[in-house]
């Protein structure tokens, strides 16, 4: 399969001027974000990156905060009749004080400023853009002097450089009207940075060369209030510089104002390189050095190497789908997903390396640990990116020490207590100590969830000791101390469990008077025992059963004694609850009913009868009020075998925005929302980077391996033509497979690591298996054959 080919069918374009960022082209590299817009009279070009953030940081009432086991004393003795713990004044004067460093607007991610193309309307017109999703070249037509012209914009994929040129020539030789007017297409051209600069921070610093045809702003980034220009210590500082240098122009002249020059240069000469250099303040020179001038033929290499990349990533993995709209879904989430993560720069927040005055700063831009952050590595794994999850793992690397720090000082505890949100930014205490989201427990399991993952996908040994044993380990640690502590069992819970206490249910009821909703979370019990159980089998993959055999005992222990499953009945029979005693019919944000099903994995298409029947009634009558669940919901329905995919396409539509990425858009009233809500209030928010995981749903519907045996188009309607190449399997495997009318043609795999191969029998027949050590012929449910490092198999139906 031609991945690369196939990518071009799903191209993305607008047929008129897209003046707002929501309508504008999405270009990047992983690091550096760029929107192309397109006003009736400028094109202008909107920059971020991950790497750059406002990092001062907030950290007051340090002192005040206390420990868990005063507040939960102190918690413990409000009224349970109590409607809200709000009615108690202490309680919210507390919240108050714990949650007021998140009311600063810092940290959070900085944008970067802006490039600003102006013509004359009269002579120029926008008639709109395509963005090519095989390649990253985003083409915006116009017409000059009644003539179409083409204007090429991309950004190189090896550094943080964007290129913008005329493709040809836009008029013939014997049109002098038009000639004259391609002589200044360009009237004006800025940087501006960013109209929300913050004014308490040190002011850009404009130059302009007018002799080389450059022009920069740099901007410095203080690591404290106060820090830069008031004589403090300045070493830890940060700056980032946007310069823009024109090629085919005899000069660049100052028309007014710090950030304005003039371009007068022909349409086949015109052509602008705009570089983004950040780092340390200290390593960003105070003036702007001497840069190569851009010209036609450094783009034109420029390009031959980005559309390398292009070409190189698309070879990883592919599909070729008789359903045009779910490939679409495929192919163009995830050109967005190679654009905004790379593990070579900083793990992207909520909205990703796309910011431009407020837009990516809702919640900081920062990471939210009950799904949002882990969300866009779901697809990392079975889509075959698993390096784009390297930027994930040097997340929970930097929030380790704060988050080992708040189990020993605040809870008491060994091991690490991963937080509730997270900044990019040096932390010495948890950024959002408030006790009603903060005491979430699901969080730790699920921060360190994708590290067994990781291992599970590639059987990478090295990565599985050296960077996932420490983080899941402290996980563990702390998990297995919370559940053992005195209030966690006993007499007092009529039964002999180690539970979950106190907890908070993911976006749902806060802590409640009395704990009465607080206890035994799914989320938090399904997450726990994906922990426990990762860690039994990476001590045994590493030789470690010796070395860690008290902390396996005391894990054992607890899974003898863990809690069931919270259910209930309901009016599709019974049903699973995301806490004791909750009604079935509750209106869920995330959705916390089906968490076993997904990421949970205790239940799927491989569990008994009676836990599929619980599974699927969960599924089927599960209410969310939308926003948490485009791809949540939807991979649990998939793994289930259960999602229809016309439905599925719906929402997607419903969510859709202009520039191809989808938004968190509401559903339904009746859980946080009203009936005067805003439906889309979300949309103006940012670009939601953990939708770009939709990709994932899709290879669940053609691929599973959750449990280590293979499953072949476990979702996808019979007779409906599919094909994949090389998506990622637990295991180690790379598989490639096709089905049409006829059913299953033939599947291919690829064992990297030697591994054992386990697929579910998808002819029900007798199955031709092609090996390194020849032809055999198997049946049966499971088949199960040994494979070598390198080996390729070849199934097909045996006729």
């Known amino acids: 399969m031609n991945a690369w080919k196939q990518a071009q069918a799903h191209a993305i374009r607008y047929d008129r001027p897209a003046a707002t960022f929501f309508e504008g082209a999405l270009l990047g590299n992983g690091g550096l974000g760029a929107v192309v817009t397109t006003r009736p009279d400028a094109i202008v070009v909107h920059f971020g990156h991950n790497d750059v953030w406002d990092i001062r940081i907030a950290e007051n009432n340090k002192e005040r905060i206390g420990d868990f086991e005063s507040l939960f004393a102190r918690l413990k003795a409000i009224p349970s009749h109590y409607a809200s713990l709000k009615e108690d004044e202490w309680y919210r004067d507390y919240v108050e004080m714990a949650g007021e460093n998140y009311t600063f607007p810092y940290p959070r991610p900085m944008p970067c400023g802006s490039l600003l193309l102006g013509f004359d309307r009269r002579e120029v017109e926008v008639l709109g853009h395509a963005l090519h999703v095989h390649n990253g070249l985003c083409e915006i037509r116009l017409l000059i002097g009644g003539q179409p012209a083409t204007l090429r914009v991309f950004v190189e994929q ?6 913008a040129a005329f493709d040809q020539p836009a008029v013939g030789d014997g049109d002098a009207r038009a000639a004259w007017t391609l002589t200044s297409v360009f009237n004006r051209i800025k940087l501006i940075p960013d109209p929300e600069t913050p004014g308490d921070i040190p002011s850009p610093q404009p130059f302009l060369d007018e002799t080389s045809a450059r022009l920069s702003f740099r901007q410095t ?3 404290a209030n106060g820090a830069s220009g008031g004589g403090g210590d300045r070493s830890r500082d940060r700056a980032f510089r946007l310069s823009a240098s024109v090629g085919g122009a005899n000069s660049v002249r100052k028309l007014g104002g710090d950030w304005e020059g003039a371009v007068e240069a022909p349409a086949s000469g015109f052509v602008v390189r705009v570089q983004l250099e950040q780092g340390l303040d200290a390593d960003v020179p105070a003036v702007a050095q001497d840069a190569e001038r851009a ?4 783009m034109e290499a420029a390009f031959d190497q980005a559309e390398a990349s292009w070409r190189d990533y698309w070879d990883r993995s592919g599909v070729m789908l008789e359903d045009a709209a779910l490939e679409q879904v495929w192919y163009r989430n995830l050109y967005f997903y190679n654009c905004s993560v790379s593990a070579s720069h900083t793990c992207p927040g909520l909205f990703a390396n796309w910011s431009y005055g407020k837009i990516g700063s809702e919640w900081h831009g920062d990471y939210h640990m009950n799904y949002n952050t882990q969300q866009p590595f779901w697809l990392a794994f079975s889509s075959n990116h698993v390096e784009k999850h390297l930027a994930y793992v040097g997340m929970v690397d930097l929030i380790l020490p704060v988050s080992r720090k708040w189990a020993r000082e605040y809870y008491g505890l060994r091991g690490a207590y991963y937080p509730h949100s997270a900044y990019p930014v040096e932390m010495t205490m948890m950024p959002y100590p408030v006790p009603h989201w903060g005491w979430e427990i699901c969080e730790t399991p699920w921060t ?13 040994k090295a990565f599985l000791e050296t960077r996932a044993f420490v983080p899941i380990r402290d996980a563990v640690l702390f998990m297995v101390d919370y559940m053992k502590r005195p209030e966690a069992s006993g007499a007092a819970w009529g039964d002999d469990k180690y539970h979950i206490f106190p907890t908070v249910v993911p976006e749902l009821y806060e802590l409640t008077p009395g704990f009465a909703k607080n206890s035994d979370c ?7 025992k994906f922990l426990f159980r990762a860690f039994k089998d990476a001590c045994a993959a590493l030789g470690r059963n010796d070395a860690e055999a008290g902390l396996l005992t005391e894990i054992e222990e607890v899974l003898a004694h863990f809690p069931a499953y919270p259910t209930a009945e309901s009016r599709r029979g019974t049903v699973f609850v995301s ?10 944000n995330v959705p916390n009913g089906i968490t076993t099903i997904f990421p949970g994995e205790d239940h799927g298409l491989h569990s008994p009868g009676d836990e599929y029947a619980i599974a699927v009634n969960s599924y089927r009558n599960h209410r969310n009020e939308g926003g948490n669940e485009l791809v949540f919901y939807a991979m649990a329905g998939a793994r289930l075998g259960q999602l229809d995919l016309e439905r599925f396409k719906r929402q997607i539509a419903y969510c859709l925005l202009p520039n191809g990425t989808c938004t968190d858009k509401l559903l339904e009233s009746g859980g946080r929302y009203s009936d005067t809500t805003p439906f889309d209030y979300m949309a103006p928010m940012g670009v939601w980077f953990e939708n770009f995981a939709l990709p994932a749903v899709i290879n669940e519907c053609l691929l599973q391996s959750y449990n280590g045996a293979l499953r072949l188009f476990p979702n996808w309607p019979a007779g409906k033509a599919a094909a994949f190449s090389t998506l990622r399997a637990v295991g180690g495997f790379l598989v490639s497979a096709e089905t049409d009318a006829e059913g299953v043609r033939w599947i291919e795999v690829s ?4 591994t054992e191969l386990r697929l579910y029998n998808p002819w029900g027949t007798d199955v031709v298996c092609f090996t390194d050590a020849g032809e055999q ?11 070598s490092p390198g080996e390729r198999i070849r199934f097909m139906k045996a006729l």
């Open 522 to 528: 799914i989320v938090d019990l399904t997450l726990t």
């Open 295 to 298: 010209s036609r033929p450094r």
């Open 751 to 754: 064992s990297e690591a030697g």
């Open 579 to 588: 806490m004791p005693g909750e009604d079935p019919e509750v209106v869920y």
């Open 448 to 460: 360190v969830q994708s590290l067994w993952w990781h291992y599970l996908y590639t059987m990478d």
């Open 777 to 787: 012929t198997r049946g049966g449910e499971l088949i199960a054959l040994p494979t």
């Open 158 to 163: 090896g550094q943080d450089v964007l290129w």
């Open 221 to 223: 980034l203080p690591y």
